[in-house]
């Protein structure tokens, strides 16, 4: 458990770095981050080199004992680097150059830049490799999958798929190129998706882009990774990630990689709707899913957020401390927080640190220190892990193919997920969010949302899950699809029907209209029957299928929307519609008493009950979410039965944790 | 009466086709169209042609004595033509190639893709023009005015002028070109009309460029018709159109087709306002006027429509079968609905056929059997016509003008003809839309909607129709322009004052803003004499001349808004403001009586009546537009008096046909 | 005092040129405007002159005594000059040249266009220099900062640079490079901002091309007056500014002309929301600001707006004439109506003048007739002016910072500027729109908003003004930065905080959120304790300065919000958040009252009460700004007292004004 802090020694007059890091080291910083955007810095000429500031940095913080990671500073040439070589800035979808002066706009695969990288790169690793207080690498900055369209991407992009395809016949049928006559007679013909009107263009040859993107910018990082781990092997080396327009694949771009880390600013300003979703916590139990273990906060709320747009709104008390133990108690083990003190130049100068411009120590700083205090006595922790029972199915195949077509208004990919993850979190059910691709052998719960895009392999995982004993979740706009985006011609959800012993008659994409549904008795609460959906109904054909819910309007009022079918030695639910948050909840708790899975009883809506283990220990988090003081009695319900109950009042965003 | 389908065989494995043929055949289809984007399949090499399989699918249908429609496949040229001649790609109006992979997107105008459309349309019409079964040819799809901004289209433009205007200086007067020095001292200077603000440029300029637009591409159509009559003498040949947002002048573009055929997709999510308009019967009776006689609808609404855009609600039960219908009922002669079967791949994979994906007979098969059976039944509706008192007129320079220059926020050129055409529809009275050049003598009511820009032909036609004894009815922005788009020095409606009687003092551009009318005592109803208007208002100089309406608000409160004017044997209404829709009823109520024309007292809201009729035999059809069961008592009153009342309940979308 | 009309000879038949000047002459125009877009009749050809055309309109005026302005045509360049020297096309952010055929679309700096202008301006000026009809020159048309990006201003840019830092690294400093490694190692590194993001480029390279651009079009108009000037020694040289996208600074650009000109058109659609802001009163405070004396409006509303855009609603009677009244009563000494009569041609065809297409002499031409009539008897009026106690700063750096940097969702510059000039409308206070860097020792109050970017001179006169008694309004986001645009580190106000007395310790961006605040019983009215804020709170550190407002609610409670602290002779008063109207009018009320300055008691909101006088008489009006008749009474308050109480009764748009 350290907490830290990301520092730019050079932002700042060389008066400043001791007296800072005397600073951090009284507030009980035990890491930092540094060299993130320095490259001109270093390589302020092509190949005349200057780490000797760096040797200071580093030095002064080694003595005061304070672990470094530095960073290969790679999102950020140098100008002379655009000025000398124009050709490795990005190209966009309007076949242009993009205008540099920002971060980032740099072809990933251009040999020239890969060179440069090289250089830089292992003059760096190899001058610290000695230092035993330079931790490990941070690999470049926030990589999104490379959407770069330039001459030499267009060919990495034809090589792809040549390899994929072999034959350009082959390619041709995957992607039924007959309509529109989009049939290429040679690979020379295929081009990257140029052109403002994406949702026009061969869904197919899409997703075959963001795979192509996402596996580029891994085959970037696997690339800079091998360059650290050939001169340091013992460096831990990361890259940090976030959620952005254009996600790469997470799992196969941290594969090889040591650990996750992410950077994590929840937004400050609070929803006022009840139907507004978990979603920090979402982000991330995301984060600790992608290697399945503990993971890093890179860069972590510290100050109002602003730049490029306003700024939001200040931090509430107890924000900056408790999203940062909020995110320990999803499995984050360091958390380094963006940070130190604001930059006083520069495009990002109101994206705001512990300090602020003015240097002087203020409210958020003392919180930041009765949070490095609170975090330092939590040694405990290490080594501990989360294990859950439920496990929500995320894929990048879905993510992609929902962009390039989405299915009707309001209806999100990311959303329909965070439902799921709220309606567990609403009960202290701890959820693990895994690639589809994983083992699920050790969940009791599967929830498996809009399966758009098939494969053999996630059908063949999910009938076994299911035959072996597991519940599993289906939705609606599942089975559509098979592994070309080839719409499947049987009926609705096609590969899962039998398991889910349904078929879908029709659908009507009611988009924001909502529907009324009549709920099984099962579902009822306080002899309330009813809930609404929205965005979606199949219309399902359930004959032996047990219904838990039917459409109470149209002309499929009375048709079934929910079901529950036993298969092998589990069960199966399919929900054809989307519900409203209470809904869900109703249905949630259902199946959490069904499945026999521990829950918590009591939890106001805001409140997170979470837990870390290490076989012997076990620490429970409990978290107000919320900015309001929250009064409760809550308890564990187990097939054991109930614990004791236990009264807790909960300050905004205070973190309760304790031992058992 | 014929009812088809839309089919891909280029789209399905070879084992389906039968099949499929067979089910239609069963269902009842007559006719088919077929291989409107499939030239990469007709010729996947240049100049290596492979018709075979094309052979193989007219002769299944054939054999099953179902017609066949074929279309040019011109569309969507092949890859390998964009490779190897990227000079036939269109130029936007950022001076660039747009970028390919979708449909439509190149330059109709360069010599070298005609030559290749050319080889193409020889070998197709050639092949077939013997088979009896081949009926006719579809040319290109859903064109739209080229706006290709290319080298070649550059020069074509110029050429369009020079013809037009011989000397430049006679462009430059005719544009009024002092202004802002737009003056050009040679015709090399002029160029399309570039970047993204076109209000900024000469409209004179604009109106010539969206005239050339129009030509050329009804010059093209016109290329590819001569090229199949040559081959094929006793061919059927349209092309299908639509509302798009570069609308051809179809008048000009049909001249010498055989017969105008229409996408007809109808809206599935239905209005809840009442103040919506009609406009599916609207469209119907704008493609019907386009040669003033019965037409095709070549795709019609077979399932939920999207793709590029999310999914639209599913159909309401009768709602395929009763738009197909309500075509009948405007004039359709043959209704090929899109398509037999959703495709499975390809971007328009969302835009629903009559069977799903899942190939699987469903709700809207069975529906669009029962069509089938119905329309088979209806033989003896062939040959019967439309015969209208009442026209409304459209006018390809009026759209251009306003959209060159948008008068008001909110007031759309369309909009002002539908809702005339509402007025006239909920009486159960037929309307024309027809060109603003056609004949008018046959009509008892003509209405001329914002005849913003004029000339000489249409002031002596509107007049000579008043003259003669017809009513006429005009708005304001009547008279502004002269045929150059330049404004007329002298009171509006200027060209028209004389016969309608007034002049425009001034006028109020006031948008969304409400304004209070007070009716004239004939035009009240229940002894109410208020109405709502809005957008416009013209201070009209009535004098003497009946006044039905008057301002009720503003410093021009007490001034005519609505007069009538007796002129010749005739009669002109101005209307200087835009009604909301009870208004419009009373005033278009007060008018039918006044003209004697026939109409039908008691529709309700929603429910359409119009009649076809061969000279002997009369069919009435009332369609029931609404998702509400209507039931209703109605009559139809003419001069010679009112008949018995009917009773009549109907279904949602129900169609009661039945003959005199 | 002196009414006149815009006209456009080269746009009318000559059969129309007596006519009009005779009716002007009736009416009552004593001045025209002409030539201002006529390059392309001036020079038809390439050194091709003609100029007989304007020598015999310019001698139809003269022959009726009416003066004239002539304007340089160097805004619409001929087409055949951008056809020959397509270089001199204006290059947009994405670097492509602009579409032509609209107007201003060159580069200001390219060396052949300035030849071509000097060309043309020497004949013009060498033309009618004896001419003592032609009084004067209008520079160009509507100039704003020079964007343009083409290599010619690239260059430009890069000399402003260089000679203002001369050696790169002190460039790098100044801009704080070291960040995302935006370090050049040579000034050919540096372009202009492409792209569409400039919020993602450094803030203070962006400040310094907003001030290049600026300094840039301030060089052109120099360089056009120097030409006129060594031509006509005793012409009255101008050019017509008005409030636009890219504003130069105002001060610069007039530094060298004789008077200030405005193009003035209040919007003809009244707000109906009491919340909304004088703005026709702050743009004219402003134009007389720029040279701190009276000006010329070079365009004046005639009548409905629109061409671009659609039209907007027709003046409301009394607004034609109310207005210009209302500019001569902010220090307007002559106005030209734009237009005489309205185009007929071009693309500005609906932006009606006095006339309609029509021609026909209506109520805007009566009321025109009148005005001329009121203002040609005010012949003693001449040679007054407004001498002002109260002056707010405008300064264009902080108009360019936070265009760059946008501090909140919702706070835009200007409208703080509004919202402390429609308070001291409110009670009749006159008020000085100032540049920053102006004389403050003849003020009494002084308001400074958010001086976000300083320097050391604003810092030293804002100081003095204090010391010597006067009495400073500072406000949030004051004090931010340094004249590089870096953040100070110091806290805010930073170099403001000693005479504020006050530092701020943190802030909440709360944008459209309501903040209640509780004012110091000073502020109350009736009781009336409290107000609203929204869009930002300073928590202020107010310890032994006084509290005028406290927070109301969150976090920072009771903390102050606005302070009022002695200083010197003087007094500082420290606004930390955005008051809504009410609690601005309270506020204000109470420091005219500390400050012993004249004000109006009783003026109803929306009557402007203004005074001009020169030395011995003083001339006094009261405008009723609003569509309503306004019946009040009101008085005079100063240190000497009241003066007695007047009955007043004004019709909409009225102006009543009397000499003393």
Chains 1, 2, 3 share one sequence.
């Not at 007296?19 to 955007?37: L, N, S």
């Not at 990671?69 to 242009?96: A, H, N, S």
């Not at 009324?516 to 032996?544: F, P, V």
């Not at 807790?648 to 973190?655: G, N, Q, T």
């Amino acid at each position: 458990m350290k907490i830290g802090v990301d520092y730019y020694p050079e932002q700042w007059e060389r008066k400043y770095w001791r007296e800072d890091a005397d600073q951090m080291k009284e507030a009980g910083v035990r890491i930092v981050r540094m060299g993130e955007f320095a490259w001109s810095r270093l390589e302020p000429q092509e190949k005349q080199y200057s780490f000797e500031w760096l040797d200071e940095a580093v030095a002064i913080f080694a003595e005061r004992q304070i672990q470094i990671i530095l960073c290969t500073p790679t999102c950020t040439p140098p100008q002379w680097l655009f000025e000398k070589y124009p050709e490795v800035i990005q190209m966009d979808k309007t076949g242009r150059r993009v205008p540099i002066g920002i971060r980032g706009h740099r072809c990933l695969n251009h040999p020239l830049y890969r060179q440069k990288c090289k250089d830089i790169i292992t003059k760096l690793a190899t001058r610290y490799r000695d230092n035993a207080w330079v931790v490990g690498y941070q690999i470049d900055n926030e990589l999104e999958a490379n959407h770069c369209c330039c001459p030499v991407c267009e060919e990495k992009f034809r090589e792809f798929l040549q390899k994929k395809y072999g034959r350009i016949e082959n390619l041709n049928q995957a992607y039924g190129n007959t309509v529109w006559s989009g049939e290429y007679s040679s690979f020379s013909q295929i081009r990257p998706p140029f052109g403002e009107h994406p949702t026009w263009l061969n869904p197919s040859y899409m997703l075959d882009f963001h795979r192509y993107a996402s596996e580029s910018t891994a085959e970037y990082v696997a690339f800079q990774r091998e360059l650290i781990h050939a001169i340091d092997e013992k460096a831990l080396i990361t890259t940090n990630t976030w959620f952005c327009e254009n996600m790469p694949d997470c799992y196969e771009m941290f594969a090889d990689l040591d650990f996750v880390s992410y950077d994590n600013y929840p937004a400050t300003a609070l929803p006022t709707d009840e139907e507004t979703l978990y979603s920090h916590a979402f982000h991330l139990d995301f984060m600790r899913g992608i290697k399945q273990k503990n993971f890093w906060i890179m860069e972590q709320l510290s100050g109002n957020l602003g730049s490029w747009t306003p700024m939001s709104p200040a931090l509430q008390p107890g924000m900056l401390k408790g999203y940062s133990l909020q995110a320990i108690a999803h499995g984050a083990d360091t958390i380094l927080h963006f940070r130190w003190r604001t930059a006083v130049s520069g495009a990002e100068m109101f994206w705001h640190g512990i300090l602020d411009h003015s240097n002087v120590k203020g409210r958020r700083y003392r919180e930041f220190c009765e949070l490095c205090q609170t975090v330092n006595q939590l040694t405990d922790l290490e080594n501990t892990v989360i294990s859950n029972k439920v496990a929500i199915l995320y894929s990048s195949e879905q993510e992609y193919a929902f962009k390039i077509q989405p299915q009707v208004e309001g209806m999100h990919y990311f959303t329909q997920l965070k439902a799921y993850h709220d309606a567990f979190t609403c009960f202290g059910v701890g959820v693990d969010l895994i690639d589809w691709m994983s083992d699920l052998s050790i969940y009791d719960v599967v929830v498996a949302p809009t399966i758009f895009v098939t494969n053999h392999e996630i059908e063949h995982n999910l009938r076994q899950f299911v035959e072996n004993g597991g519940h599993l979740i289906l939705t609606n706009r599942s089975g559509v699809k098979d592994a070309n985006n080839l719409c499947i011609m049987a009926p609705l959800p096609t590969v899962f029907s039998d398991i889910a012993g349904i078929t879908v008659k029709e659908y009507d994409p009611i988009g924001p209209v909502r529907q009324r549904l009549r709920l099984a008795e099962e579902l009822s609460e306080n002899g309330k029957q009813t809930a609404e959906a929205s965005l979606w109904c199949d219309i399902i054909d359930a004959e032996d299928t047990k219904v838990l819910a039917r459409y109470g309007e149209n002309f499929y009022q009375g048709s079934a929307a929910i079901t529950q079918n036993q298969y092998g030695g589990g069960r199966v639910y399919y929900i054809g519609t989307v519900l409203n948050r209470r809904g869900m909840l109703a249905l949630i708790k259902y199946m959490i008493r069904e499945s026999g899975i521990e829950y918590v009883e009591g939890l106001p809506l805001g409140v997170e009950h979470t837990v870390r283990e290490n076989g012997k220990e076990k620490w429970t988090f409990l978290f107000n979410n919320t900015k309001e003081t929250q009064a409760f009695s809550w308890k564990v319900v187990s097939q054991k039965g109930a614990d004791e109950m236990h009264q807790e009042v909960l300050k905004p965003f205070e973190m309760r944790i304790w031992k058992e």
